[in-house]
């Protein structure tokens, strides 16, 4: 389960566990017309941050399915770090690796 440590009015920290992997992966599956662009998008950048040093607001519209997994938007602070295992990322991306075929139709039907 996520936590959220609010430090302070400006800055939080997020923790992610594999378990929140495996969650957004279910979510992205069980959604894949509503998550295809952030599907698309975070199995081809990932590689590029070294899968670890990924950042889910890098890009537009890559952080949707990562703040359904949050009670608060993180965008409301100044400042926010990333807590989690090499696992989460690992697992996130062999997640989006099996929906990219049926993410990319979607995508390619919307543009």
Do not use: R, W
Request: aromatic letters at 16%; one cysteine or more.
């Amino acid at each position: 389960m996520v936590k959220v440590n609010i430090i302070n009015d400006n800055t939080v920290n997020i923790e992610l566990t594999l378990e929140d992997a495996v969650s957004m992966v279910q979510k992205a599956s069980n959604n894949i017309d509503k998550y295809a662009n952030e599907i698309v998008t975070t199995f081809e950048q990932m590689p590029k941050f070294n899968y670890t040093y990924y950042c889910f607001y890098a890009f537009d519209n890559s952080a949707n399915l990562f703040e359904t997994m949050l009670d608060i938007n993180p965008k409301n602070y100044n400042s926010f770090s990333l807590n989690a295992p090499d696992a989460f990322f690992h697992c996130l991306y062999g997640g989006m690796a099996s929906l990219y075929i049926d993410a990319q139709k979607y995508v390619s039907k919307t543009n």
